[in-house]
Every structure is written in C-alpha cells, then in structure tokens.
C-alpha cells in the first residue's frame, strides 16, 4: 500500500502538477489530509485570515489538497473507479457561520458570526463542541477529483464532472466512485475533510477536519462509462449533477440516474422517468460552491 502524508499539500487543480506517486491499476493508496482551510490545529478565531496556517499556505490557495496521484495508463476519455475503503477523522474540527460576507449570509440575516468548535471521537463516532451539541459522525472527502484538461492553475471551489469540491455526503467508507478521466494519469487530488455534513452545506462549511486515514483503491474501466460523477454508495445509486442553478444541477442528475436505470434494469427512457418518479430521492448536495450540486439517490432494493 502507498502511504502519503501531508508534507507537500498543494491548494489548486493543475494538469502539469507532477505527481508525488504513481500506482498501478488496482492499487491502494493510503492518504492523510490537512483540514480544508490549512489549519494544523485547533483554532478559535472567527477571522478565517487570521488563523495560523500550514508553511506551504499561500493567499491564493483553495482547499489543502493530497497529491496527485497518477494512475499508470490511465487515459482520457477511460473512467476512474475510486473504492473508498477506509475514511478516519482526525481529533478535532471547525464549522463557521457568517465567516465573511456571502449572498447567502446576507439572505440569512446574519449579522454576527459564530465558530463551533468539535472534539471528534472517531471510535464513537460521536463529535461535541464547546456549547455542548453532540453530533453523529459520517465521515468523508469533500474534494475527490482530477484537473481539467485545460493548462494553468484552477481553483478547488467549483465541483466538475471528473469530481473536485462535490461535498456529497454519501461518499462514505464502503462507496465507489466513477469519474470520467480527463487527463493521462488521471492526477487523482483529495481533501477536504468532513467528519459530518447535512446535505446543502448551508453555512459553506461542514465539521472541517484533518483526515488521519483515507484509503481509496484506484483502478480504470472502459466498461462503465459516465459523463460525470456516480457513485454506489451504503444509501444506494447516486448520480450527480452541477450546474448554475439547483434547476440545471436537478436536471443533470436526474438525466444520469435514468441513463443508469436503462444500464441496470434495461428499460426505455419514458420507463426510466416513470421508475424514478416512484423509486428515486432527489436531493441538494451543495448550494455554496459556485457551482451548485443535486444528488439522486436509487436506494438499495427500491426497485427489484
């Protein structure tokens, strides 16, 4: 197995990035991440630029990111297979609200700002913060996802069809993730973790924290096409969709999830739309990224 540590974080998507391991088909690799914003412990301030931060933090990074990891003769236009083994939080982790100034907290009405702060307990799955709420764990990458093709630095905010900042919280231990490839190598970067999350992210921020260990076995298909992320995750199907508006990002997933109901159950498009009416949940991933995301969900024996 591949052990990478958080020595050489980097804070954006870029194509010539030179990998720091390359791994063959099938293989695992074992990551640590920083938390997202680069902070190497716990912290307290409200003033997201006045906490301390990682050596390698620069002002025009994103997330602090892992890697990449180049997959040997992976191409584009093949598909990335991501099993996601093992998924451990860190000690601690930080959620914000009204941090700085968004639309959204404008729309709020928030006129102060509030930091919680979370002593996470992995073994118990449990997480507290300082005023006493106790939270369920469910522990994930936020950012799982490869460069564009295009040449130059991208930032990690926006999510893209070959993955990056997708926040979908159903990419638990136990998930597999397909990604269209868009690059030789396919340049694999993870970060971004979350010990627990509700589905939209409405504050920009979920329980932000370290991960000690995530275990991600790489392999490439040619057989499982996609245009964007899916996964099969403990909740079952998910197909998921980015757009502008939650509309165009709804529409998206829903397009993916009756593609995949024609591949899984080999029935015509109208059926498609008429099973999924019945048996699949649409939701919102994330509504704080620019780019927004919707999810939807075929659950395990919903249709048979």
Same mark, same amino acid.
């Given at each position: 197995?591949?052990?990478?540590?958080?020595?050489?974080?980097?804070?954006?998507?870029d194509? #010539? $990035?030179? @990998?720091?391991? %390359? =791994?063959?088909?099938?293989?695992?690799?074992?990551?640590a991440t920083?938390e997202?914003?680069?902070s190497?412990?716990?912290f307290?301030?409200? #003033?997201? #630029?006045?906490?301390?931060?990682?050596?390698?933090?620069?002002? +025009?990074?994103?997330?602090?990111?892992?890697g990449?990891?180049a997959?040997?003769?992976a191409?584009?236009?093949?598909?990335?297979r991501i099993?996601?083994?093992?998924?451990?939080?860190?000690? /601690?982790?930080?959620?914000?609200?009204?941090?700085?100034p968004?639309?959204?907290?404008?729309?709020?009405?928030?006129?102060?700002?509030?930091?919680?702060?979370w002593t996470?307990?992995?073994v118990?799955?449990?997480g507290?913060?300082q005023?006493?709420?106790?939270?369920?764990?469910? @522990?994930? $990458?936020g950012?799982?996802?490869?460069p564009?093709?295009?040449?130059?630095?991208?930032?990690?905010?926006p @999510?893209?069809?070959h993955?990056?900042?997708?926040d979908?919280r159903?990419l638990?231990?136990?998930?597999?993730?397909?990604?269209?490839?868009?690059v030789?190598?396919? $340049?694999l970067? =993870?970060?971004? !973790?979350h010990?627990?999350?509700g589905?939209g992210e409405?504050s920009? %921020?979920?329980?932000e924290? *370290?991960?000690?260990?995530?275990?991600?076995t790489?392999?490439?298909? +040619? #057989?499982?096409?996609?245009?964007?992320?899916?996964a099969?995750t *403990?909740?079952? /199907?998910?197909?998921?969709?980015?757009g502008?508006?939650?509309d165009?990002?709804?529409?998206?997933?829903?397009?993916?999830?009756?593609?995949?109901?024609?591949?899984?159950h080999?029935?015509s498009?109208p059926?498609?739309?008429a099973?999924?009416?019945?048996?699949?949940?649409l939701?919102?991933?994330?509504?704080?990224?620019?780019?927004? !995301?919707?999810?939807?969900?075929?659950?395990?024996?919903?249709?048979r």
């Amino acid at each position: 197995m591949r052990v990478l540590g958080t020595e050489h974080p980097h804070g954006f998507f870029d194509p #010539d $990035l030179p @990998p720091v391991a %390359t =791994v063959e088909p099938g293989e695992t690799v074992r990551f640590a991440t920083l938390e997202s914003g680069w902070s190497p412990d716990p912290f307290e301030v409200t #003033d997201l #630029d006045g906490r301390r931060r990682h050596p390698a933090w620069t002002p +025009d990074c994103g997330h602090a990111l892992t890697g990449p990891v180049a997959v040997r003769g992976a191409r584009a236009g093949q598909v990335l297979r991501i099993r996601i083994e093992a998924v451990e939080p860190g000690g /601690w982790g930080t959620t914000f609200a009204n941090a700085r100034p968004t639309a959204f907290n404008e729309r709020y009405g928030l006129t102060g700002s509030a930091v919680h702060r979370w002593t996470l307990d992995p073994v118990a799955g449990t997480g507290r913060n300082q005023h006493g709420h106790t939270v369920a764990l469910r @522990p994930f $990458l936020g950012v799982i996802g490869m460069p564009p093709a295009e040449p130059g630095r991208h930032s990690t905010i926006p @999510p893209r069809p070959h993955g990056g900042n997708l926040d979908c919280r159903e990419l638990v231990a136990g998930s597999t993730l397909w990604l269209p490839i868009p690059v030789a190598g396919a $340049l694999l970067s =993870v970060g971004d !973790g979350h010990a627990a999350q509700g589905d939209g992210e409405v504050s920009g %921020t979920a329980i932000e924290c *370290p991960m000690d260990r995530v275990d991600l076995t790489l392999s490439t298909v +040619d #057989d499982f096409p996609v245009t964007g992320p899916v996964a099969r995750t *403990p909740a079952g /199907w998910v197909t998921m969709g980015l757009g502008y508006t939650v509309d165009d990002a709804m529409f998206e997933a829903l397009n993916a999830m009756f593609d995949l109901l024609g591949r899984l159950h080999g029935v015509s498009r109208p059926d498609a739309v008429a099973l999924a009416s019945v048996a699949v949940d649409l939701r919102v991933t994330q509504i704080v990224n620019r780019v927004v !995301g919707a999810h939807a969900v075929l659950p395990p024996g919903a249709l048979r």
